[in-house]
């Protein structure tokens, strides 16, 4: 069976120092692997690396089989692999949904101001099909109720859903999670793991998450990769990362 995500040999050096060392990893369709590890230990040079923000030193990434190394970040999110990061990002000025519509706007038909402007019924069959998978993520990520609030005046629990929301409008093949839990409350990050949940079952996608919350990535990941000074420490299921022995000396405690 072809792995969803397939990084192989990943190396990137600054100056110097190797951030990632031969790196290998590999994510399945409708699985979820956690990466973890101290700062400096690669996690967020991998994030770069595999969603295209970031040219690996050597190294090759696949997307079901298919040679993405040398794809543009925006390639790899028009084909299906999309990010969130740690600090929010959304448009203050937009409402919920208009924020989760500019994820679409890229799928636009050709001469689209002339298609617009004269009301072809292809522009407004795009148009339709746009706003029913708005409705679909919105309904999906609980936030279809705050649809028409600014997403400025929305608190950072919601926000998250914003972006989430966004990030899957479009039929997601590969989620990645740069710390999602990053500034929520309990009730707020347990409302945020129902939801990745749900999106994961509903796109039957894979999902790579990031983050410091070793607890939640232990309960909500299938798989677990330890990560240490840009090198692979251990990698298993949640259980057998617990009781691996150098992972508990390094890292967990």
């Not at 208009?98 to 069959?125: I, Q, S």
């Not at 899957?168 to 999670?177: E, I, N």
């Amino acid at each position: 069976m072809t792995d969803l995500l397939d990084a192989q040999g990943v190396c990137v050096r600054y100056g110097g120092v190797r951030a990632l060392n031969n790196l290998d990893l590999t994510l399945h369709r409708g699985e979820t692997v956690g990466l973890v590890g101290p700062n400096g230990a690669g996690k967020t040079t991998l994030f770069d690396v595999v969603s295209g923000h970031r040219r690996a030193d050597s190294g090759r990434i696949a997307l079901e089989g298919q040679d993405i190394t040398k794809r543009s970040a925006v390639w790899r999110a028009r084909h299906g692999m999309r990010r969130t990061f740690q600090r929010q990002q959304v448009f203050g000025g937009l409402t919920v949904e208009d924020n989760v519509l500019t994820a679409l706007e890229w799928k636009t038909v050709r001469g689209g101001f002339v298609v617009d402007l004269l009301r072809l019924p292809v522009g407004r069959g795009l148009h339709r099909s746009h706003r029913a998978a708005v409705d679909e993520a919105l309904e999906l990520c609980g936030i279809a109720d705050v649809r028409r609030e600014y997403a400025a005046a929305l608190p950072i629990g919601l926000t998250r859903m914003v972006e989430l929301a966004r990030a899957t409008v479009f039929g997601p093949r590969v989620l990645l999670l740069d710390e999602p839990t990053s500034g929520l409350d309990a009730a707020e990050v347990e409302r945020l793991s129902r939801t990745i949940a749900r999106v994961r079952e509903h796109h039957d996608c894979g999902v790579l998450l990031v983050e410091h919350d070793i607890g939640f990535v232990m309960k909500h990941s299938d798989r677990v990769v330890v990560l240490r000074l840009g090198e692979k420490l251990s990698e298993g299921t949640p259980d057998e990362v617990r009781a691996d022995q150098a992972v508990r000396e390094a890292y967990l405690g």
